[in-house]
């Protein structure tokens, strides 16, 4: 089946740092979403991409879905605490179809 | 405006008992997914319903697992005689209805962890 290609797995980065990740496909998807996950929790919205070449901004959170729509990219800028959590990429080829995930990027903020 | 509802939160079930996860989507919804966490990995989509129909269950395994959405109540997800491998977190996610070919998104509710004993 599809595969997202989600890097890095993890990350470890001092407060007030930028942050990057990004997934890559191998196919074409036409809907991109970046979600947060809390231990415990369920996935969390932070950001719905819907057109190729779109940059979209959430607070200090900036993603972009790619221009060959095989991928999207997220960036957090001056990163807090609060910013720890496992971070997920999801792909979406049309409405009312299903999300493909990444495996994840675990965030870690030292204070 | 409440969002998507799962229960129980945590169920543990002995091998060979069934196991009932309970899903209701946010208000306006009429579009339910059901996807599967295994430890440190990422969703895998299970199945896709609509109110009395399912749309794609591609990702459901074949044997021991079921789902609905009846025109009132929850959606259900069902796993007959229970395995140790099932063990893992269900999530249930819930989208609007849009006009075809427009965006649209999914919310996820908090998840059910099962333990099979």
């Known amino acids: 089946g599809q595969q997202l290609n989600q890097s890095p797995q993890s990350m470890f980065i001092q407060e007030g740092e930028d942050v990057s990740m990004n997934c890559t496909s191998s196919?074409?998807?036409?809907?991109w979403l970046w979600y947060k996950q809390d231990p415990g929790e369920g996935p969390v919205l932070l950001i719905a991409?819907?057109?190729?070449?779109e940059l979209t901004s959430n607070g200090r959170l900036t993603a972009q879905f790619g221009i060959t729509r095989k991928d999207s990219f997220l960036n957090i800028s001056a990163s807090i605490p609060s910013d720890v959590g496992i971070y997920f990429c999801?792909?979406?080829?049309?409405?009312?179809?299903?999300?493909?995930f990444g495996e994840g990027t675990q965030l870690t903020v030292n204070p | 405006n409440a969002g998507v509802m799962q229960n129980p939160r945590h169920l543990v079930r002995r091998r060979g008992q069934e196991a009932r996860l309970r899903c209701s989507p946010m208000?306006?919804?009429?579009?339910v997914y059901w996807y599967r966490q295994l430890p440190e990995e990422g969703l895998k989509f299970m199945v896709y319903?609509?109110?009395?129909?399912?749309?794609?269950e591609s990702g459901m395994p074949k044997e021991r697992f079921s789902a609905e959405f009846p025109k009132e109540g929850p959606s259900i997800l069902r796993i007959q005689q229970v395995v140790r491998g099932d063990s893992a977190a269900y999530f249930c996610?819930?989208?609007?209805?849009?006009?075809?070919?427009?965006?649209?998104?999914?919310?996820f509710g908090p998840g059910t962890r099962l333990t099979v004993l």
């Open positions: 996610a819930s989208s609007p209805v849009v006009p075809s070919g427009s965006p649209d998104t999914q919310y």
């Open positions: 196919s074409i998807f036409n809907t």
């Open positions: 991409l819907y057109k190729a070449g």
């Open positions: 999801a792909g979406k080829r049309t409405s009312g179809s299903r999300l493909t």
């Open positions: 208000k306006g919804h009429s579009h």
């Open positions: 319903l609509q109110k009395e129909n399912i749309i794609d």
